[in-house]
């Protein structure tokens, strides 16, 4: 089975890197541009893993990982985040089982 | 990061951890299933194994009483015939005829008893799980109406039996079904207030070939939402009951081939059906029949 990989970030430039990192490794590869749409996602499709940023219009990254605890409980959750919202990446892993926490920016 | 290629690996990881954990829960939820299914089979062997311990000892009281009611019989005949022959010189007309009519009375009492054996004997040699044989349904309930006619009359339940001659010979364990129609005809006993009936039908069946049971009752009915359920193990309306005699008696039913509905209208009371295909195989072939007696 190819497992589907949710990628939730704002900036378009990087959710353009990150998918072209993982285009070859055989995933499906997922993108929503702000927390609202990747919940909406998160409820509708079956996600191995999903990357996601912190802070985001509508709803943030807090928001995104309490969805998919609610509706993915098997799912890995990796957070992406950039220097500034430390406070915000220590929430993150405060709320539970977090797989990584990767700092921004990547390379 | 330093190096973006990390991001890779990462990306892997969670995967592989993602899917190991999907996997041990799907286990963990089989393993949930096979023991709930082993604790329900455990349930059932546990009574299965009660059934075979009643057999046995039924047939040992059967062979005890069988030897001293030959005796009875024998005695009560013979003494019969001596009076008969001629009346004792110090015994007037009445006691006479009340020695008589009482020696009658001993002789079809011990007949009765001789009855009652038969179908304690018939029970217990087919109380071994695998037993099986040509069976006349209703014979087999007329053995289960021995074992409850005097409970729907200490009840104050009539029991009416309405036997279709000529049913078509069941390939089965008679003491198996005997044990599903003495549940289905208590648990009408008991749905049923005093006065009420208990009503057992057999009826022949043609397509398919086979016979069908009816027992019903004119007690209170049972609700839409029990209907559903009625079949399941564990599942009861008694505050006393284990929930099981239903889920064994559709488990021996099917074992045979056959099937087991209930149909209810609420204040008018209960109907159990009971389907049994007619045997096919061992009807033909006398040989059979002989090698299974």
């Not at chain 1, 539970?96 to 920016?105: A, R, S, T, V, W």
């Not at chain 2, 009660?50 to 062979?63: P, Q, T």
């Not at chain 2, 559709?250 to 209930?262: A, N, T």
């Amino acid at each position: 089975m190819t497992e589907r990989v949710l990628i939730v970030d704002d900036e378009e430039d990087l959710r353009y890197v990150y998918t072209r990192q993982l285009r070859g490794d055989g995933y499906l590869l997922d993108t929503a541009a702000d927390g609202e749409e990747a919940i909406e996602k998160i409820r509708a499709t079956e996600y191995a893993v999903i990357l996601t940023d912190m802070r985001m219009p509508r709803k943030d990254g807090l928001a995104v990982i309490a969805a998919a605890r609610e509706h993915l409980p098997d799912a890995e959750i990796i957070v992406l985040t950039g220097h500034g919202s430390l406070e915000n990446a220590l929430q993150a892993f405060k709320s539970g089982n977090i797989f990584e926490y990767l700092l921004k920016p990547l390379g | 990061l330093d190096d973006i290629g990390v991001f890779n690996t990462v990306v892997a990881r969670a995967i592989e951890r993602r899917n190991l954990r999907k996997h041990n829960r799907e286990l963990f939820e089989q393993l949930q299933r096979a023991y709930e299914e082993l604790r329900q089979k455990s349930e059932m062997l546990i009574q299965n194994e009660k059934m075979s311990a009643i057999g046995v000892l039924a047939a040992g009281v059967a062979h005890e009483l069988n030897n001293p009611l030959t005796a009875v019989v024998g005695f009560a005949q013979m003494i019969a015939e001596k009076l008969k022959a001629s009346r004792p010189a110090n015994w007037n007309d009445t006691e006479y005829e009340r020695a008589q009519q009482a020696l009658e009375n001993l002789v079809q009492g011990a007949h009765r008893a001789r009855d009652i054996v038969g179908s304690l004997l018939r029970f217990a040699r087919a109380t071994k799980p695998d037993a099986r044989s040509l069976i006349d349904i209703n014979q087999t309930l007329r053995d289960a109406f021995v074992f409850t006619e005097h409970l729907l009359l200490r009840h104050g339940i009539m029991l009416e039996k309405r036997l279709a001659p000529e049913l078509p010979p069941v390939w089965g364990n008679s003491a198996r079904l005997q044990h599903v129609f003495t549940n289905l005809i208590i648990n009408a006993q008991q749905a049923t207030p005093s006065g009420g009936t208990v009503r057992v039908l057999t009826e022949r069946a043609e397509q398919p070939k086979g016979v069908w049971v009816h027992v019903e009752d004119t007690g209170e009915g049972i609700p839409p939402e029990a209907l559903e359920r009625i079949f399941e193990p564990f599942y009861t309306r008694k505050e006393q009951g284990t929930g099981l005699g239903l889920s064994i008696a559709k488990q021996i039913i099917e074992e045979h081939g056959g099937e087991i509905r209930v149909a209810s209208e609420l204040g008018k009371g209960a109907r159990f059906s009971v389907f049994l295909p007619a045997d096919e195989a061992h009807t033909i072939d006398p040989t059979q029949r002989v090698r299974v007696a």
